[in-house]
C-alpha cells in the first residue's frame, strides 16, 4: 500500500464504485446549468471521495456535452486525490483524428492513465490506458444508450474485446429524477485486485460517458 498514490489506499478494497450527482437547487427549479458535484460511495452507500467539475458558463451553455472541463476529486478529509481532464475535442464519428481523449492525474501532477474513445460506425468504445499511453482494457458500449426504464451498461472487456471483466452501469432512477433533474447514478463494477490507478481512470471514464451520452437526454425515457 505504501507504494500507492496517496489517497488511493482505500481504492484497493473496492470492487464496486458509486457515483451520484448532487442536485443543485437553482437547476432543479429553473434548468439552469450549474457547475455539476459528485459523491463517489462504496457499495454500501458509504462516501469515500466528493467531486467538483471547473469550467467556464461560456462552455456550459454552448458546448455541453462535448465540453472541456476540469474535475477535482477529494477524499473526506478535503485533499484532492484525483485529477480528471478533459480537452474540448470531437465526438462525431465523422472525425475520428480528434475524438475523445481524457487524461486522470493522481496524485494531481502525475499522469495515472488515459481514456481515448475509438472509432465505430455503430458501438461506443474507448480504451483505457495507462501512465505510459500502453492499452489495458476496452469499454464497450450498447448500440442504444437510451435506457427504456432499464439500466444502460457499458461492458469492461480484455484487449482482445472477448472476455468482460466488469462494467460501467448508469442506473435508471425514474421519471421524477429523470425529467425534472437529469441527475447521474453509476455504478462501476471492476476486479478487486485491479491496479488503482486504473480503478481512477475508470471514474473518469464514468464522467466521460455520462457527459457524452446522457447529459442531455432523459435517461431511459
Same mark, same amino acid.
Given at each position: 500500500?505504501?507504494?500507492?498514490?496517496? $489517497?488511493?489506499?482505500?481504492?484497493?478494497? !473496492?470492487?464496486?464504485?458509486?457515483?451520484?450527482? /448532487? @442536485?443543485? !437547487?437553482?437547476?432543479?427549479?429553473?434548468?439552469?446549468?450549474?457547475?455539476?458535484?459528485?459523491?463517489?460511495?462504496?457499495? #454500501?452507500?458509504?462516501?469515500?471521495?466528493?467531486? @467538483?467539475?471547473?469550467?467556464?458558463? *461560456?462552455?456550459?451553455? !454552448?458546448?455541453?456535452?462535448?465540453?472541456?472541463?476540469?474535475?477535482?476529486?477529494?477524499?473526506?478529509?478535503?485533499?484532492?486525490?484525483?485529477?480528471?481532464?478533459?480537452?474540448?475535442?470531437?465526438?462525431?464519428?465523422?472525425?475520428?483524428?480528434?475524438? /475523445?481523449?481524457?487524461?486522470? /492525474?493522481?496524485?494531481?501532477?502525475?499522469?495515472? $492513465?488515459?481514456? &481515448?474513445?475509438?472509432?465505430?460506425?455503430?458501438?461506443?468504445?474507448?480504451?483505457?490506458?495507462?501512465?505510459?499511453?500502453?492499452?489495458?482494457?476496452?469499454?464497450? $458500449?450498447?448500440?442504444?444508450?437510451?435506457?427504456? *426504464?432499464?439500466?444502460?451498461?457499458?461492458? &469492461?472487456?480484455?484487449?482482445?474485446?472477448?472476455?468482460?471483466?466488469?462494467?460501467?452501469?448508469?442506473?435508471?432512477? %425514474?421519471?421524477?429524477?429523470?425529467?425534472?433533474?437529469?441527475?447521474?447514478?453509476? $455504478?462501476?463494477?471492476?476486479?478487486?485486485?485491479?491496479?488503482?490507478?486504473?480503478?481512477?481512470?475508470?471514474?473518469?471514464?464514468?464522467?466521460?460517458?455520462?457527459?457524452?451520452?446522457?447529459?442531455?437526454? #432523459?435517461? %431511459?425515457?
Amino acid at each position: 500500500s505504501h507504494n500507492l498514490p496517496p $489517497g488511493l489506499e482505500y481504492l484497493n478494497q !473496492l470492487d464496486q464504485i458509486i457515483i451520484h450527482q /448532487q @442536485v443543485e !437547487l437553482l437547476e432543479a427549479i429553473l434548468g439552469t446549468e450549474t457547475s455539476s458535484k459528485y459523491e463517489i460511495k462504496n457499495h #454500501l452507500g458509504q462516501r469515500v471521495y466528493f467531486a @467538483v467539475e471547473e469550467n467556464g458558463c *461560456f462552455d456550459r451553455k !454552448l458546448c455541453s456535452p462535448i465540453r472541456s472541463f476540469t474535475i477535482r476529486i477529494a477524499d473526506n478529509a478535503g485533499r484532492e486525490v484525483i485529477r480528471v481532464i478533459r480537452p474540448l475535442r470531437c465526438t462525431s464519428c465523422c472525425f475520428p483524428c480528434f475524438l /475523445q481523449e481524457l487524461e486522470v /492525474q493522481s496524485p494531481p501532477g502525475t499522469i495515472a $492513465g488515459y481514456v &481515448v474513445q475509438n472509432w465505430d460506425p455503430f458501438l461506443p468504445k474507448f480504451t483505457i490506458q495507462n501512465q505510459s499511453k500502453e492499452d489495458v482494457l476496452k469499454i464497450i $458500449g450498447p448500440y442504444a444508450t437510451c435506457g427504456c *426504464f432499464e439500466d444502460v451498461d457499458f461492458e &469492461v472487456k480484455a484487449l482482445n474485446e472477448m472476455t468482460t471483466i466488469g462494467k460501467i452501469s448508469k442506473y435508471w432512477s %425514474g421519471f421524477v429524477n429523470n425529467v425534472f433533474t437529469n441527475t447521474a447514478n453509476f $455504478g462501476i463494477e471492476v476486479p478487486v485486485d485491479l491496479d488503482v490507478r486504473i480503478k481512477a481512470v475508470m471514474i473518469g471514464a464514468c464522467f466521460l460517458i455520462d457527459l457524452m451520452f446522457f447529459e442531455n437526454s #432523459l435517461d %431511459g425515457l
